[in-house]
């Protein structure tokens, strides 16, 4: 009886470092997963930096061109609202003494499409 209980007291106790095992083994594996996951999300962060970086740089290249753009455009817009504001100072006089000319000179007409009632 005593061998069997022996026997047993080694069955349990090798049982239990069976179990110790598993149980490192697991923690292992989650240390390792966990290390992992920490690795691929640096490698993620790592990498959204450098692609925003590079949007960034390739933006302020378009903008910069683009604020380039529109100080040409501003540019000419000017110098062409300069030309009409000359123009309109050269020709105002005219320009006044025909529409005087045109609505003080009033000459009747009958119309040609008018008809007489018969």
């Known amino acids: 009886m005593a ?3 022996q ?7 090798a049982e ?3 179990a110790e095992k598993v149980a490192d083994a697991r923690k ?7 290390q992992a996951k920490e690795e691929a999300q640096m490698e993620v962060e790592q990498y959204r930096r450098e692609r925003e970086q590079e949007f960034q740089s ?3 290249a ?4 683009q604020g380039n753009l529109s100080a040409e455009v501003e540019q000419a817009t ?3 609202v300069q030309g009409m504001q000359s123009s309109q100072q050269r020709n105002r006089e005219r320009v006044l003494a025909q529409l005087l000319g ?5 000459r009747p007409q009958v119309h040609p499409n008018y008809r007489i009632a018969a």
């Open 62 to 65: 378009a903008m910069g061109s």
């Open 7 to 13: 026997g047993i007291q080694q069955l349990l106790q």
């Open 102 to 106: 045109m609505v003080c000179d009033v």
């Open 16 to 18: 239990k470092r069976a």
């Open 28 to 34: 292992r594996k989650a240390r390792r997963l966990k």
């Open 78 to 80: 000017r110098r062409q």
């Open 58 to 60: 390739k933006q302020q």
């Open 3 to 5: 061998s069997q209980t």
